[in-house]
């Protein structure tokens, strides 16, 4: 079978006035290597996960990852809340016959119990109203010893700067606290170092906490790329689909329990669904 969207109960997102589109990495925008660098980072990271697995990726936005995850995995299923963010990859994907797409809100998915080996949220559980509703909907959908990996900025970095429609940024210690409780073993990583000891990264990050202290940061994507030509320099455009070796991998490092860690921009959650609770 070919990819296609399925609307589910119409857009819930369009229902609350919200378009997760604006603040979507969509293809063709422009971003810096750093950013470029974070989603190669994403999705290398997890394709160890998902060989030979059947993969569904939650708030998979604009689909740039599927793809590749599909060059590994047996089966990758995205879904997104926002009908708009599903139109790129419903065009990209349309002859990939491993790839299949569903609006769907990732609290309250329309998949009978036991599908996925896999389950990926990347960047967006700061987005969900009920984090909890979604953990829970996790261990249905997972199989046996199945794999939850969750990606997020990490609110301890100085430079953080919260999202527009977000909810909750959970640290560290939180995010781990939170899968623990709905029954996942849990090993936590950071990446991207926070700060560069050049004279030139520290006058970069006095920069942006002042524009985002005095609330110059723009609220969309779009919005965004002029001060990142101002602090990165030369931009590239985000692609539909991500390649093997497109940016530089950010190996993730693995963190110590229950300690803050504001030396890095981002955090890595690996649960393993372990039992019953």
């Given at each position: 079978m070919s990819s296609m969207v399925i609307e589910k109960m119409g857009n819930p997102a369009q229902a609350d006035n919200k378009?997760?589109?604006?603040?979507?990495?969509?293809?063709?925008?422009?971003?810096?290597a750093e950013q470029l660098s974070m989603l190669y980072t994403r999705y290398h990271f997890a394709a160890a996960f998902c060989r030979g697995k059947e993969v569904l990726e939650a708030g998979c936005g604009a689909g740039q990852g599927l793809g590749y995850l599909a060059r590994f995995a047996k089966k990758v299923t995205g879904v997104d809340i926002d009908a708009q963010n599903l139109k790129a990859p419903e065009a990209h994907y349309r002859k990939r016959e491993n790839i299949e797409l569903h609006?769907?809100?990732?609290?309250?998915?329309?998949?009978?119990?036991?599908?996925?080996?896999?389950?990926?949220?990347?960047?967006a559980i700061y987005y969900l109203n009920r984090p909890d509703l979604f953990l829970a909907e996790c261990r249905r959908v997972l199989r046996k010893r199945?794999?939850?990996?969750?990606?997020?900025?990490?609110?301890?970095?100085?430079?953080f700067n919260p999202s527009p429609f977000s909810t909750r940024y959970f640290p560290a210690r939180e995010l781990r606290?939170?899968?623990?409780?709905?029954g996942f073993k849990v090993a936590l990583y950071g990446a991207f170092p926070a700060q560069g000891s050049s004279v030139k990264s520290k006058m970069?990050?006095?920069?942006?906490?002042?524009?985002r202290n005095?609330?110059?940061?723009?609220?969309?994507?779009?919005?965004?790329?002029f001060l990142k030509r101002i602090f990165?320099?030369?931009?590239?455009?985000?692609?539909?689909?991500?390649?093997?070796?497109?940016?530089?991998?950010?190996?993730?490092?693995?963190?110590?329990?229950?300690?803050?860690?504001?030396?890095y921009k981002i955090l890595y959650a690996v649960g393993q669904k372990n039992g019953e609770i």
């Open positions: 378009s997760f589109s604006t603040v979507t990495e969509m293809p063709g925008g422009q971003a810096s609006c769907m809100d990732a609290q309250k998915m329309a998949f009978a119990g036991e599908t996925f080996d896999v389950v990926i949220l990347f960047e199945g794999i939850l990996l969750i990606n997020t900025v990490n609110p301890e970095w100085q430079d606290a939170l899968l623990e409780s709905y970069t990050s006095l920069l942006k906490r002042s524009a005095l609330g110059l940061i723009p609220r969309t994507m779009k919005g965004k790329e990165f320099g030369r931009l590239a455009p985000i692609p539909a689909e991500v390649a093997e070796d497109m940016a530089e991998y950010g190996r993730p490092v693995p963190l110590l329990p229950d300690v803050a860690v504001p030396q």
